[in-house]
């Protein structure tokens, strides 16, 4: 009986104290394989059903796969819809409900177009085509789509032809190459599956949506003469039937509903309105503001309802009854959902604060779901209810590996630059940092240059945090979600003005004790690679670099990249404005001025910013006798995608700072 009391104790005890879960650990690189990516909410016509995305990074695979899930309005059932190694995409329901289609590869090495039956069943491959199809859309009788599919592949022979180059645009990341390949409109029947051409020819055709009647289509093109050399898209609209001609609808010298910001034209429910965005003239490219505009579906002066917003505004959705339009609003630091009357007026923010809407879904009834991220918290997918448009879950996707972990606190800062201009950021603290103690710093730098760093989940700031870091992030000007004219503060003017004011986030947490002044480290990628090259040729602070997908070479890269028409746009052509070129250069051809330890990383593959950038500053560093490693992902494009790189790029980034900051 001696020997058995303890057992009993031991019984006791966890049952009366309770089996206390462990207690949270640190966020770790190889959470990469348990955080789950949420996405593309999709409502069912009666309401009753959201279906989305769930993608998760497989180490066996070494692939991130999506599925498709769905759960209940009433949040009581969820239930995993597929399940294959190559994974599925875009579910969109059919109009009565009855099919959810999504796009898949599964048998077939093109994606093509699979339905599933909602009363059970498996999945059934609609299409086979022999080229990918990258999008579509029910009609509204739900027995037609219209798709979007590019050309077929030509036979591949033992030996490759030669690659003849003809066009202004002659490189795309992942596409390559660019020849004359196009993506085209298809009618698809839902009963056999045949597929029709809609818009046979030379130019590409984009983002389709019927018209409520089912009698007409409105898409995004370029259909004139050398239209790689601008970046003018209209939208056309043409009968959905074989042979029909096209009707260009508007006129703007700018892009209308510019296809990179994935936003489709809407139909009013009444059909006679087109609502869509229009983006800033040609010379400011992708510095412009994206506004919401509505067109008469007959042809007219289009209404931009949102000019008087000085942010950018995405994927515009009619309500039910037409006498409003909701859209994403890209508002400093968060993205917003938003609603505006159709007939113009004050904007009605309907959810705002910190956090990020990456994604909403309205159904015929009145209902929304959105898809929300916050800097503690992956995105889910959430009901929007009553007048206080309270969040209520219906994914839990990340709940129980939230569970498990110990997140740093992210808190918002606001500071002024060198010059006195007023900048926003955020700061994510080491959880476990004493009060008063100054931690060894790294200052991130976003890509684009036109983005932000936003009120949502980041595993690498969770990771560096975990690490003992102080992670400081900016929205240095050229930023989006501060207006047009921040945007175009850097036009032309690279690493001068933007680099002022990430210098400016470290100047202030070292000014406010948070940061240790002699432990301090800067990385980024693309554009954030960008500028991390032009501060570490301005500021000899720094104890590390981490320059990821990134050029300072700029007037040896003309012509390698995919940017050659908006380069001209901003800086002019070389042979004209060379001192514009050489000035942007100043990160190669002054890198004797450079001492940081820096790390370049790039995919070989990559068109977007391509490697020989890299290849030159680690060759001109190396050269210097400064401490640098290169280091070059086979098979990658300019967005690492295969699980087993992305843990291989964190762990580098974690051994590189500590190596220099923390030794």
Not at 157 to 166: C, L, Q, W
Not at 529 to 547: C, E, M, P
Request: proline share 7%; aromatic share 10%; with cysteine.
């Amino acid at each position: 009986m001696t020997r058995a009391l303890p057992a009993v104790l031991l019984t006791l005890l966890w049952r009366g104290v309770g089996a206390q879960a462990p207690a949270p650990r640190p966020v770790t690189v190889t959470d990469l394989f348990r955080l789950r990516d949420v996405a593309d909410p999709q409502l069912s016509p009666d309401g009753a059903w959201v279906a989305y995305t769930v993608a998760r990074a497989d180490s066996i695979e070494d692939k991130q796969p999506g599925a498709v899930w769905m759960t209940s309005w009433d949040g009581t059932r969820t239930l995993r819809l597929t399940n294959s190694p190559q994974g599925e995409s875009a579910p969109h329901w059919s109009p009565d409900g009855r099919w959810l289609a999504f796009l898949s590869s599964r048998e077939d090495e093109h994606t093509q177009l699979w339905l599933l039956d909602r009363a059970g069943g498996e999945g059934r491959k609609l299409t086979s085509f022999g080229g990918d199809v990258e999008d579509y859309v029910w009609a509204p009788d739900g027995k037609r789509l219209a798709v979007v599919v590019g050309d077929a592949d030509t036979a591949k022979p033992k030996t490759p032809a030669p690659i003849v180059i003809d066009r202004f645009q002659f490189k795309q990341d992942e596409m390559g190459y660019l020849g004359k390949e196009r993506r085209h409109l298809y009618l698809v029947d839902v009963e056999t599956g045949h597929g029709t051409i809609l818009t046979p020819g030379q130019y590409d055709e984009l983002l389709p949506a019927w018209s409520p009647n089912g009698r007409s289509l409105v898409f995004v093109s370029k259909r004139r003469v050398d239209f790689d050399r601008d970046n003018n898209w209209d939208l056309y609209v043409m009968d959905a039937v074989p042979g029909a001609v096209p009707r260009q609808l508007t006129t703007f010298e700018g892009p209308d509903n510019d296809p990179e910001t994935e936003s489709r034209p809407a139909w009013s429910p009444d059909g006679r309105s087109i609502g869509y965005l229009q983006g800033g003239p040609l010379k400011l490219i992708y510095y412009g503001l994206q506004r919401l505009a509505v067109v008469p579906a007959a042809g007219g002066t289009p209404r931009v309802l949102t000019a008087a917003l000085d942010r950018s505004v995405a994927n515009p959705t009619w309500s039910p009854d037409g006498a409003a339009i909701l859209f994403q609003l890209e508002d400093d630091r968060s993205v917003q959902l938003a609603r505006i009357p159709a007939a113009g007026g004050a904007i009605e923010r309907l959810i705002a604060g910190a956090r990020v809407v990456t994604g909403f879904t309205t159904a015929p009834g009145g209902r929304v779901a959105v898809a929300v991220s916050t800097p503690d918290a992956p995105a889910e997918v959430y009901a929007v209810e009553g007048a206080g448009k309270a969040l209520r879950p219906l994914s839990r996707q990340n709940d129980a590996w939230l569970k498990e972990v110990k997140l740093a606190p992210t808190e918002p800062i606001t500071f002024k630059s060198r010059d006195g201009t007023m900048v926003n950021g955020l700061v994510v603290k080491p959880p476990d940092a004493r009060a008063g103690a100054r931690q060894p710093a790294i200052l991130r730098i976003h890509g684009g240059p036109v983005s932000q760093f936003q009120y949502e989940f980041s595993h690498l700031f969770q990771v560096l945090a975990a690490r003992g870091y102080l992670v400081v992030v900016a929205n240095p000007r050229g930023s989006s979600g501060r207006g047009e004219a921040y945007a175009t503060a850097i036009y032309a003017d690279w690493g001068n003005k933007d680099a002022q004011d990430v210098l400016g986030a470290v100047d202030y947490v070292v000014s406010q004790g948070l940061a240790d002044p002699a432990r301090l480290g800067v990385g980024g990628w693309s554009y954030g690679g960008i500028l991390t090259n032009y501060v570490i040729a301005q500021d000899r602070r720094f104890k590390a670099a981490v320059s990821g997908a990134s050029a300072s070479n700029i007037l040896a890269g003309y012509g390698t990249d995919q940017y050659v028409r908006e380069y001209e746009g901003e800086l002019g052509v070389p042979w004209q404005h060379a001192d514009v070129w050489l000035k942007l250069s100043s990160p190669f051809l002054h890198a004797d001025r450079i001492v940081t330890p820096t790390l370049f990383l790039c995919g070989d593959k990559d068109f977007n910013v391509p490697l020989l950038n890299s290849e030159q500053m680690y060759q001109a560093l190396r050269s210097l006798g400064v401490e640098t490693q290169l280091v070059i992902y086979p098979g990658e494009h300019h967005g690492i995608s295969k699980p087993s790189h992305l843990r291989d790029r964190m762990e580098r980034y974690v051994a590189w700072y500590d190596k220099y900051l923390n030794p």
